[in-house]
């Protein structure tokens, strides 16, 4: 990372960016579903608020621009002035996407922006916003100074070019009777607050826009706005940057002081604010107000401070703003000829309101860490839990006592280090939901390619898991949605015909099982087509012509490098590349997928990973002198196991009775190809397992050796993929011992013959 402050609060913006995003999209497909109200299109219009007030201060101007359109029409539907209909969300949606666009490209981790997609989306927007595309217009000098005018560049006209006369007579026109503005009508309302308002020039340069402050105030109560331009100078010497006009708002009504403070909550600190209640002292405006001086109680700032600026835009909106003394602002500096200003008085504190509002949740405070250093801490952490294991089997081995200090010491040290691996793994945990929600966008666009009309839905977005696995599941669920919905789902006229709705539903779930974490993909198409996926293997020569092949087998077909059942290659598919890539993914993981399919009712693929990649806990077991790590999560229970127990169906396939059911039983060093005979009963113990899926079954080893926290090493990194087995770790005694993977071992275990040789030792 640079050492340049404002690159670093530049990198704090891009990331602040992307849980914007990410929350910007949940509230529009909630309002797309129907549940969102009233409060989902505020957080909407904050989050681009949010994002266009940082991008100003880094003159992002491009993203600053669409932003402001998005804003704008966001301010219509949250006024009610604009109903939040079908067609609205959809634009809402897509214009999402181009914000997105627009960020990336800001970021520099993007493609630069289509700019004839952003022009159209922006068009849009106006039509939806004005009812008409918004015409380009040159704006008045004594107009609002928006953030659209920082191009302006002043121009000297002389009238004589137009053929003017060089006398122009005077007219002599009566004196129009117009009322004083600034005198205070005697029928005035005596309830209300007159606000007086100056923007400092950054205001307008981080992207604000003073006619929202208005219209949030005027949803307070009856306002009357008085516009003081007399700071405004001669055209040749304006500076667009800087700000000379001043508003006189007065507020009628009950509203209190901290609502009316609200309202300016994102300026405070770029402007010069008064607030009064009505009938008290007020700065004069009648001959102009002249220029309000920085208040002298707080330290200087510089002209442009990113880090205040974005440290406003950040904080969030929802919480109450506290009910604080009006800004005093300081008598200005006497002008010959003006009358005499008068000091502002403090108001007294508005009256309480009938019912107090509860205090909102205090949001949790967080720090932005290198992920880096946190691998280090994890690293640190698993090397001190092996040390720690060594010096357990080292005192075991020595014959100290359990009561020996020595002994006590120890387990302090393993109770203290499970407490520290504990809590660094709480620190790399992360909910999937960070994965989930780029996923809404992906299928946005695939379904516009395809043409098919499709909905997701997710579930289990909080599930955590160790953020190593997170980063690393984003490609395999990109492949396997757009596989879902360019294969699976049919298209609008065909899901008529078969008697479905013509929209198509795409899930996609996380869950934790068994110690491990499933993600379920799964689409209520048409299912895999069997027949022509294995036409498709024998004409590419996959597999042979005569080989006979489970349906289970004919569905992994499609993970062989090289299949598709795409007729033509696109932009979606067609290549052959996508699911063999999400197979070795999920291998890489240590983890699998599989399958589940029904013809005409779609289909569901399902990933099983490890939670974590770095500690788990285990039971270590003894099969054919070979030491072995059976996951402690997936384990119900173990027995000795009883010769009238053991049956076999078939003839050949082992089961065991198991509280009046019988489940299957796995020779764990007879699959794993440690002995050929097989595991005698006398001194065996049997470990009931449960998979993923929910079944049971019996692992039958020689002993169990005991329970321990063990580090997880890759196996296929340092070696290479073998079945049965998910990784590997490093022992007390420094030895390497095998985890097992428990569903691969009990689907070896099926197709592995396990022949009466089970016997009683003589």
Not at 392 to 409: H, K, N, T, Y
Not at 652 to 670: K, Q
Not at 691 to 709: M, W, Y
């Amino acid at each position: 990372m640079s050492d340049d402050p404002f690159e670093a609060i530049k990198v704090t913006f891009f990331q602040e960016c992307s849980e914007l995003l990410g929350d910007l999209e949940a509230n529009l497909l909630a309002l797309e579903t129907g549940q969102g109200d009233i409060e989902t299109i505020n957080a909407v219009f904050r989050a681009v608020h949010s994002v266009k007030g940082g991008a100003g201060a880094f003159g992002l101007e491009d993203l600053v621009r669409f932003a402001h359109v998005f804003e704008t029409l966001m301010d219509e539907l949250r006024s009610g002035r604009k109903e939040c209909d079908g067609v609205t969300v959809k634009t809402l949606l897509r214009a999402s996407d181009v914000l997105a666009d627009h960020i990336a490209a800001a970021q520099g981790t993007g493609a630069p922006v289509d700019a004839a997609r952003s022009a159209g989306l922006v068009a849009e927007l106006e039509v939806l916003t004005h009812g008409v595309a918004a015409p380009v217009v040159s704006t008045p000098v004594a107009a609002v100074v928006d953030e659209d005018d920082f191009g302006f560049t002043p121009l000297t006209l002389d009238l004589a070019d137009f053929g003017a006369p060089a006398d122009l007579p005077s007219l002599d026109l009566p004196p129009l009777d117009l009322p004083d503005l600034a005198a205070p009508s005697a029928a005035a309302p005596t309830a209300g607050w007159r606000i007086v308002f100056r923007p400092h020039p950054r205001l307008y340069a981080s992207a604000n826009d003073v006619s929202l402050l208005l219209r949030e105030l005027a949803r307070l109560g009856p306002t009357s706005v008085e516009l003081d331009d007399s700071g405004l100078p001669m055209l040749d010497a304006l500076d667009v940057e800087d700000a000379h006009l001043i508003w006189t708002i007065t507020l009628s009504g009950d509203a209190s002081e901290a609502a009316v403070r609200d309202v300016f909550d994102f300026v405070e600190m770029d402007c010069d604010l008064s607030i009064t209640p009505l009938g008290e002292a007020a700065p004069s405006v009648e001959a102009g107000l002249p220029p309000l001086p920085v208040l002298e109680a707080a330290p200087a700032e510089p002209e442009f401070d990113i880090a205040a600026l974005l440290a406003k835009a950040s904080a969030p909106v929802e919480a109450p703003a506290p009910v604080v003394a009006p800004v005093a602002v300081p008598a200005p500096t006497p002008v010959a000829g003006a009358p005499k200003p008068v000091a502002p008085v403090a108001p007294a504190a508005p009256a309480p309101a009938a019912a107090p509002a509860a205090p909102a949740a205090v949001a949790p405070v967080t720090i932005r860490v290198d992920l880096d250093r946190v691998d280090r801490l994890i690293n640190v952490v698993g090397e001190l839990v092996i040390q720690q294991a060594m010096l357990a089997q080292r005192v075991m081995e020595s014959g100290l006592a359990r009561s020996s200090d020595i002994a006590l010491g120890l387990e302090d040290l393993e109770l203290l280090t499970r407490d520290i691996q504990d809590s660094v793994m709480a620190i790399r945990a992360q909910p999937v939901k960070s994965v989930f929600q780029r996923m809404p966008r992906l299928v946005r666009e695939v379904a516009d390619m395809t043409g098919k009309r499709v909905r997701l839905v997710t579930s289990g977005e909080d599930t955590e898991v160790d953020k190593t696995v997170v980063e690393r599941l984003a490609e395999p669920i990109t492949h396997m949605l757009r596989n879902a919905i360019d294969h699976g789902l049919e298209s609008p006229e065909e899901r008529e015909a078969a008697g479905k709705p013509a929209e198509g539903t795409v899930r996609l779930a996380a869950l934790h099982r068994s110690g491990r974490i499933v993600i379920e993909i799964a689409d209520d198409g048409k299912g895999i087509n069997r027949p022509r996926v294995r036409g498709i293997a024998v004409d590419r020569g996959l597999i042979a012509e005569d080989a006979v092949l489970t349906d289970d087998e004919v569905d992994n077909l499609i993970f062989l490098p090289g299949f598709s059942t795409a007729e033509t290659v696109t932009d979606v598919s067609g290549r052959g590349v996508g699911m063999d890539v999400v197979k070795r993914s999920i291998q890489a993981l240590g983890g699998r997928i599989s399958i589940s399919s029904v013809p005409g009712k779609g289909s569901t693929f399902t990933l099983s990973l490890p939670l974590t990649l770095a500690v788990l806990d285990g039971m270590v077991v003894a099969a054919a002198e070979q030491t072995l790590v059976a996951p402690l999560s997936a384990i119900v229970e173990s027995l000795t196991p009883r010769v009238e127990d053991i049956h076999y169906v078939g003839g050949h396939d082992a089961v065991i009775r198991f509280r009046e059911e019988f489940v299957p039983l796995v020779d764990v060093g007879r699959v794993m190809g440690f002995r050929d005979d097989a595991t005698p009963l006398s001194g065996g113990v049997v470990m009931i397992v449960e998979t993923e899926a929910g079944s049971r079954a019996a692992l039958l080893v020689d002993a169990i050796n005991g329970q321990r926290q063990v580090v997880i090493k890759s196996l296929e990194t340092h070696y290479r993929h073998v079945d049965g087995v998910s990784a590997a770790t490093i022992l007390g005694d420094g030895s390497v011992a095998l985890i097992l993977d428990i569903d691969a071992l009990v689907i070896a275990g099926r197709r592995k013959p396990n022949r009466p040789e089970l016997k009683m030792a003589s």
